[in-house]
């Protein structure tokens, strides 16, 4: 039986067979620790939906995993992604008034520039290692300005992101607890200065998160606490750093793999729209969520029971067959695309439409400016079970 705590040697290189057969022999997995994995879209769905059955709240689980009182535990038990109303509802009401259509407009020119300073910086090597030179380096700037950091103290960002992300694997050593810990301390630390300066400072509270996060309350009352703010900020650094990342190091990876469908989306610029949510869908950069039951439920003739946490596998739902025609097919055009790697429900990612934006830029230009472009040995997957991308990824920016 599959388990968590036990991957097959496998797994993060080809996780599909594994996905596959849990979703259509095993669709209620048991876990060694009373845990379930669930693997097929339909009851993803159900779940994503049902807010009162299936909660975000995850002190219960967290507790005995960080230690209550621990950095990480405060920051897990605080962010917007493990909460629920009314703390999730007030945090997501200020981010999605932040990411409006007209602030997310008015990015995309910065956008642009950003994404071919960097093609500039990479052209004329004889090789380039996407992830650092460019994937990782898109989302860094881009929720850097969202939350106005100074471009020059963006450096320690995205290590301090990848510590605390990956804190959330089902197992961890004790020295990844402690980077990730270390990373939480570090990051307050970091924002104390930042935070008070746009207090004194504020900025344009219809584009800038920060400032909206901090006058949140002003006029009801019902602002974030000192501690919600923090954790908050840092959340929208890991949340838009990570998976974004991943989306773009997935995406040029597909089209090394399927050079007729790179040639496709050259000859006709306009698929990319649907594109992206292919490469979301085929290679989901978060494989991994979780919801805790109130309740008894049933799925399938298995009985979960209450206070029980469920892993929800929006990797395998997002093949599942009983949904999407040749699943395992990548098809730049495909329509409708009911793909699971944004969530669902109330907690469906609230920067879903920067997401779609950063990958439709990114990919779009860089294969027009590097047709022939080549992964080359060398590789690394990033090692996660909750996150799926690569840490090195190398490549020529001419045809092998």
Known sequence: M???????????ENPWPHYADLRENHPVCAQPDGSFI???HADLDVIYRDTETFISDKRAVFGPKYGVGSPLYEHHTTSLV?????????????MVGAMNPRALAAM????????????????????VELIEDFAGAIPIEVIGNLLGIPRDRRAPLRDWSLAILGALEPQLTDAQMAEGNQAVSDFMAYLRDIIEDRRAHPGDAATDVLTRLI????????????????????FILNAGHETTTNLIGNALTLLDQHRDKRADLLADPKLITTAVDEFLRLESPNQFGNRLTTRDVEFHGVII??????HLSMAAANRDPRVFENPDDLQLDRRPNKH?????GAHTCVGLTLARMEGRIAVERFIARFPDYSLTPGA???GRIRFRGYAKLPASLKLS
């Open 305 to 310: 029971p209450k206070g029980r946490d469920i």
């Open 82 to 94: 493990f909460n629920d109303a009314p703390l999730h509802t007030r945090v997501r009401k200020v």
């Open 38 to 40: 669930l693997s097929r």
């Open 215 to 234: 006058q949140s309350g002003d006029e009801t009352g019902e602002g974030l606490s000192e501690i919600e703010l923090y954790q908050n900020c840092i």
């Open 340 to 344: 699971l790697a944004f969530a669902g």
């Open 2 to 12: 599959f388990d968590l705590t036990n991957l097959p040697g496998d797994f993060h």
């Open 380 to 382: 690394i997957r990033g």
């Open 108 to 127: 995309e020119p910065g956008l642009v520039t950003l994404v071919d300073d960097l093609m500039d910086a990479m052209a004329g090597k004889d090789e």
